[in-house]
């Protein structure tokens, strides 16, 4: 279990951060939690022959509220979000999503903007984000984009990141009141990765009717997905039973899973989707209606 | 995280310079050198156990700079700088601690080889939440396995551990 040789440099600024990238091109990976990338290098699966750990850039682990927005420094820890208070008061959902993330020693060390970065489909940010319609802030040497979420989650371990660039920010906007989200999460054993997952946030108006509708799927698809069909059958609507369970039905069309043999078939996979976007829903609407 | 050590020593090595139990160590290594490996053969302290080396079982959790980490899965030289705690600073002027005197009385151990992690990983857990539930005690501990005893000594230890420190 030792890694192939590599070079490691730990900049103290973004610009020699991305500087570095620049130089290094596709040879440079940066490291931030480690929890995939590290675990990748060991097996040998990935081998970078230069390392930017960005873990000495000050001011990128934090969680403020920036106009209507919360947001959230790439390298926060998922314990950290866990166990905000800014975030169980506003924004539940992503505190629920950070305490199913492996165990504690990886949510200790692992990073949202890791997590996402990383891109892979079992991961269980990149559905919770699709849910809350959250976007991302990314740095390359010489300018800074800003992106949706659905446009940065390309495809399996590919997200829409330059090699030069680095995600710097996690920015959600703050629901309205009588807004509830839910993380509902199946796995074989407590810590493992996603048999199948869902995200769910809603938001209510004064007559009950759906004014907001975000579902994001884990690893039900070769990435995250939206599941846009789920959402439509609640937007508008008063959210009955009835409704409900269209939802969870149009959520098991939305899922695209492909079989896997240690977590189940396409089949499990789907009707899962389906157990779990109902549950879900039925959470969030019960969060929304307390509260105020 | 305190400043790394930028100095670059000889081809291909990094000095790394950081202290564990209060103690300093400093070596020039190479950057892929795991963590748990400078623990074992550079500081010679053998307590923080390597069990799956995939980052599942939790036998080498140690704290870094206040936090459990798996120290299987960090390159040393990115802990340049910091402060470890790790089995062997637990016990004070030849007196166990709490913890570890916990396990001694409850049997939260029979062959002991996932017992430094589970230390470890307890002392974090009762420093963030001291009057855990048992189901938070369970919870706390699901990055570590235990081949033997089946956890239920385990959580007795800690709940038991975690009385005699409040
Ligand atoms: C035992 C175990 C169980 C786990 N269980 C789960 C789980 O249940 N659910 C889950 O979602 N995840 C799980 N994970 C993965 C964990 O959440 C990782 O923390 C996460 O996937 C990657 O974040 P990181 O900060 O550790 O990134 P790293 O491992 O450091 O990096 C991952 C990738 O992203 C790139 N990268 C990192 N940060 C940035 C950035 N800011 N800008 C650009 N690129 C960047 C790296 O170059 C690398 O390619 C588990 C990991 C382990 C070891
Ligand atoms: S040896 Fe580190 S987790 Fe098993
Ligand atoms: S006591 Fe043997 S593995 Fe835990």
């Known amino acids: ?292 | 995280m305190a400043k790394a050590s930028k100095q670059t020593v000889s081809e291909g090595l990094q000095r790394v310079t950081l202290t564990i139990n209060g103690k300093s160590y400093s070596r020039d290594v190479e950057p892929r050198l795991l963590l748990v490996h400078f623990i074992r053969d550079v500081a010679e302290l053998t307590g923080t156990h390597v069990g799956c080396e995939t980052s599942n079982c939790g036998a080498c959790t140690i704290i870094l700079n206040g936090k459990s980490v798996k120290s299987c899965t960090m390159f040393a030289v990115q802990a340049a700088g910091a402060k470890i705690e790790t089995i062997e600073g637990l016990a004070k002027d030849g007196e166990l601690h709490p913890i570890q005197n916990a396990f001694w009385e409850n049997h939260g151990l029979q062959c002991g080889f996932c017992t430094p992690g589970m230390i470890m990983q307890a002392y974090w857990l009762l420093k963030e939440n001291p009057n855990p539930t048992d189901d938070e005690i369970r919870m706390g501990l699901t990055g570590n396995l235990c081949r033997c005893t089946g956890y239920q000594n385990i959580v007795k230890s800690v709940r038991a551990a975690a009385k005699e420190m409040r």
């Open chain 1, 1 to 292: 279990m030792v890694p192939r040789k590599f070079e490691y440099f730990a900049p103290t600024s973004l610009k020699d951060a991305t500087s570095l990238l620049k130089k290094h091109g596709s040879d440079a990976k940066v490291l931030a939690g480690g929890m995939s990338l590290i675990p990748v290098m060991k097996l040998r699966l990935g081998s970078p022959a230069y390392i930017v750990d960005i873990n000495r850039i000050p001011g990128l682990d934090y969680i403020k509220v920036a106009g209507k927005s919360v947001s959230i420094g790439a390298l926060t820890r998922h314990h950290t979000i866990e166990t905000s208070k800014l975030v169980r008061d506003k924004l539940g959902i992503l505190a629920e999503t950070a305490g199913w993330i492996g165990d504690p020693q990886v949510r200790n060390m692992g990073t949202i903007g890791g997590s996402l970065s990383h891109c892979d489909p079992s991961g269980d940010w990149g559905a919770a984000i699709l849910a809350v319609r959250g976007s991302v802030r990314v740095k390359g040497p010489s300018k800074e984009r800003v992106l949706e979420i659905d446009d940065f989650l390309v495809d399996t371990f590919t997200s829409a990141l330059k090699d030069d660039e680095i995600l710097t920010e996690v920015s959600v906007p703050l629901p309205p009141p009588r807004s509830g989200g839910a993380y509902v999460k199946l796995e074989r054993r407590s810590g493992d990765f996603a048999t199948a997952a869902v995200a769910v946030q809603v938001s209510l108006d004064a007559k009950g009717v759906c004014s907001y509708a975000g579902i994001g799927l884990t690893a039900l698809g070769s990435k995250n997905l939206r599941a846009s069909k789920a959402e439509a059958a609640l937007l508008g609507n008063p959210l009955t039973a009835k409704a409900i369970e269209e939802a969870a039905e149009a959520a098991a069309e939305d899922a695209q899973p492909t079989p896997d043999p240690l977590r189940g078939s396409a089949e499990y996979k789907t009707e899962m989707a389906r157990v779990y976007t109902k549950r879900g829903i039925e959470l969030a609407v019960q969060r929304a209606k307390k509260v105020k």
